[in-house]
């Protein structure tokens, strides 16, 4: 099994930043990838930023945070990031950490973490 923990969320004015944190423990040895999705009140979780666990590729992003997201990550302490980076209110969401397991061959989630962007 994978547990994932997030932290970081909070509430900001647009324009401004935040930092989110997921640190994975348990069965870490085989990740495949590790990413961030949303979901915003009356709407479907959608994706945001991806890594490939396993390689140096660079992480991938929803179109709609290029530029603005940067997705990093510490392979020692098995940790991601999401910076985010000129906020807007349409930004707020709950926001998930998902990590892919090769070992165990499923998908984990995190229990969320509230972004609230306000105007």
């Known amino acids: 099994q994978v547990q994932l923990e997030e932290s970081g969320g909070g509430l900001v004015q647009a324009g401004g930043s935040l930092r989110l944190s997921c640190a994975a423990s348990?069965?870490?040895?085989?990740?495949?990838?590790m990413g961030w999705f949303r979901q915003a009140p009356g709407k479907e979780r959608e994706f945001v930023a991806q890594?490939?666990?396993?390689?140096?590729?660079?992480?991938s992003y929803a179109d709609s945070v290029k530029g603005r997201f940067t997705l990093s990550r510490d392979t020692a302490r098995t940790t991601m990031y999401l910076q985010m980076n000129s906020l807007k209110p349409e930004d707020t969401a709950v926001y998930y950490c998902?990590?892919?397991?090769w070992g165990t061959g499923r998908g984990y989630w995190g229990q969320g973490t509230q972004v609230t962007v306000s105007s």
């Open positions: 998902n990590l892919y397991s």
């Open positions: 348990g069965r870490t040895s085989s990740i495949h990838t």
């Open positions: 890594i490939n666990w396993s390689s140096d590729g660079s992480p």
